[in-house]
C-alpha cells in the first residue's frame, strides 16, 4: 500500500495550513490550498523533494485560494476543486485579498470537484465529500485506505468552520458534519485549515458545536 506523508506549511496572515501532501513510494504529490507565501510553499516541495503533479482547493477562500494562479503558472500543473458553487469566491480572490494586503489573482480550476469523485496523488486515492456550509463549494478530500482527510474550514479542533461569510451557513455546516464527517470513522485524522490537526473521534467525543 502506498504511504503518504505530508508536510503542513502555514501561508498568509490568516496562518492557514497550506498542506504539502505525497506519496512516499513516487515521490509525487499534491499542494492542497495554496493561499499566499509562495516561496515558503516552494522551499517546502524543494527540501521535500516531491514531485508535484496538481494543485488541490478545499474551497474558495483568499487564504485558501490566493496563490493558486501563480503556483499553478510556476509548476505548470492543473488544479482540481472546489465544488463549483465557490466560483464566486475564485472570481473575486483579487477584491478579496486586497482588504489584506494579498495580491491575489482570479482562478479557475481545470477540473470542478463533486460528491463522490476520485482525486489521486501519487499512488494515493482520495474520496471527494461536498460539504457546504463554510462556504457554498467547500469539499473535504478523505483517503480510506490510510485513514486521514484533508478538511479545510468545515471542521476545526474544538471549532467548526465560521458561517457569517457570503454563501454560509450554519445549518448546512452542522448537517455536512454529522452526515459527512462523523461518520467516516473515530479513527480518521485530519489536517483542518488552521490549527492543530485532530481526529473524529476527539471531535465526536469533545467538539462543543456538535452537541
Ligand atoms: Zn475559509
Ligand atoms: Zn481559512
Known amino acids: ?66 496563490g493558486a494562479a501563480e503556483l499553478k503558472d510556476a ?16 472570481d473575486h480572490l483579487p477584491e478579496s485579498g486586497r482588504g489584506f494586503g494579498i495580491a491575489a489573482r482570479r482562478v479557475t480550476p481545470d477540473r470542478w470537484l463533486e460528491d463522490g469523485d476520485r482525486v489521486e496523488v501519487g499512488d494515493l486515492a482520495f474520496e471527494v465529500l461536498h460539504c457546504p456550509g463554510h462556504s457554498p463549494g467547500s469539499v473535504v478530500f478523505f483517503n480510506p485506505a490510510q485513514r486521514f482527510a484533508l478538511v479545510g474550514d468545515v471542521l476545526f479542533r474544538g471549532s467548526v468552520g465560521r458561517t457569517d461569510l457570503p454563501g454560509g451557513d450554519h445549518a448546512a455546516l452542522i448537517a455536512s458534519i454529522t452526515q459527512k464527517l462523523l461518520p467516516l470513522g473515530d479513527d480518521v485524522a485530519f489536517v483542518c485549515g488552521h490549527g492543530p490537526t485532530s481526529t473524529i473521534g476527539q471531535e465526536r467525543a469533545a467538539n462543543p458545536f456538535l452537541r
Not at 3 to 18: D, Y
Not at 79 to 89: A, I, T
Request: charged share 25%; aromatic share 4%; proline share 9%.
Open 1 to 66: 500500500m502506498p504511504k503518504a506523508r505530508a508536510s503542513i506549511i502555514p501561508v498568509t496572515p490568516f496562518q492557514q495550513n497550506c498542506t504539502l501532501l505525497w506519496d512516499e513510494e513516487t515521490m509525487r504529490g499534491a499542494v492542497i490550498d495554496p493561499g499566499g507565501d509562495l516561496p515558503l510553499i516552494r522551499r517546502a516541495i524543494e527540501e521535500a523533494g516531491v514531485t508535484v503533479e496538481k494543485i488541490l482547493l478545499t474551497h474558495g477562500h483568499i487564504d485558501h485560494a490566493g
Open 75 to 90: 509548476l505548470g500543473v492543473p488544479l482540481e476543486g472546489p465544488h463549483r458553487d465557490d466560483q464566486f469566491l475564485l
